[in-house]
């Protein structure tokens, strides 16, 4: 089963001290109900848990409301989204069951199903900030492919991409997607 992640919320008392709102664990295993995890169709062992959205950028920090909540979408319509990805070994995932993946975040349009590269190759308008937190993954591009390990950051930025995990461990990353407009070139 997918991974959990503790998610800490600070903000302000009447005072304008800070404090603690909340202290929580999020994923399948703890919050399996809430509609900001998500584990794709046909793929169990994959998981996206949004941990905070913002509509738009400047964000707000005061008020108390929790902007994680609705089910997750590929991409943020505007703003941002704060998310953690879970990738299974390739040999683990269900390639076929792909459409209803990526349906399942509004997003089956993103899929590019004539791509040769990867069973998963999709593109998004949005620039992404990616940090590999735990294991390994190849972050595959149209035109080549790049090994990603803990501590490896990435700036994808709109490009047709997929995550193929060679190994036999699951990887995990963090992710700040920004809505983005751009010119992918002709």
């Known amino acids: ?11 302000h008392d009447e005072q304008g001290r800070s404090i603690f709102v909340s202290d929580e664990s999020i994923g399948p295993d ?47 319509p505007a703003g941002l989204f704060f998310r953690t990805v879970e990738v299974p070994p390739d040999s683990q995932r269900n390639f076929d069951a792909m459409k209803d993946y990526f349906s399942g975040m ?24 990616a940090i590999i937190l735990k294991g390994e993954v190849h972050l595959v591009l149209d035109e080549g492919e790049q090994h990603l390990k803990a501590g490896d950051v990435v700036i994808q930025r709109g490009t ?4 193929s995990n060679r190994t036999e461990e699951p990887c995990i990353f963090a992710c700040v997607l920004i809505a983005a407009d751009g010119n992918r070139g002709s």
């Open 1 to 11: 089963m997918p991974s959990s992640v503790r998610r800490i919320v600070t903000g």
């Open 30 to 76: 703890t919050t399996p109900d809430r509609e900001n995890v998500f584990v794709p169709p046909g793929n169990p062992l994959t998981c996206l848990i949004d941990l905070w959205r913002m509509a738009a950028v400047p964000g707000r920090f005061d008020g108390d409301t929790d902007t994680a909540t609705g089910p997750v979408k590929l991409v943020p």
């Open 160 to 163: 047709n991409h997929a995550w």
């Open 106 to 129: 509004g997003a089956g349009e993103n899929l590019d199903k004539a791509s040769s590269r990867h069973g998963a190759m999709h593109k998004t308008d949005t620039v992404d900030f």
